[in-house]
């Protein structure tokens, strides 16, 4: 079983910045992929960042510029750096872990994180 513990959300003006952290039971080497999503009140959750095993990484086009997904292999620990925060960032956010075992894939999620931008 996998399991991912986030951290790091909470009440931050518009313009700061928040460090998420997520913390997986196993090697990150060992998923194809782990990203961060975000769900705001009454929204789909969508994609925000993500990054391969082999490193590539991917980001919305409403974030680009403003935040950095990294990893700590040693740490077993995928992060979000988030700077120049925005009201329209408010949301929960959410760690994601892709395995690939016998050409299935499988999502794993973490419990979630509010992230509260205040203009």
């Known amino acids: 079983q996998v399991q991912l513990v986030e951290s790091g959300g909470g009440l931050v003006q518009a313009g700061g910045s928040l460090r998420l952290s997520c913390a997986a039971s196993r090697s990150i080497f060992s998923f194809v992929a782990m990203g961060w999503y975000r769900q705001a009140p009454g929204k789909q959750r969508e994609l925000v960042a993500s990054i391969t095993s082999g490193g590539s990484t991917d980001y919305a086009d409403s974030v680009k510029g403003r935040f950095t997904i990294s990893r700590d292999s040693p740490k077993n620990t995928v992060y979000l750096q988030m700077s120049s925060l925005k009201p329209e960032d408010t949301a929960v956010y959410y760690c994601?872990?892709?395995?690939?075992?016998?050409?299935?894939?499988?999502?794993?999620w973490g419990q979630g994180t509010q992230v509260t931008v205040s203009s």
């Open positions: 994601n872990a892709r395995l690939l075992l016998k050409a299935l894939t499988y999502d794993y």
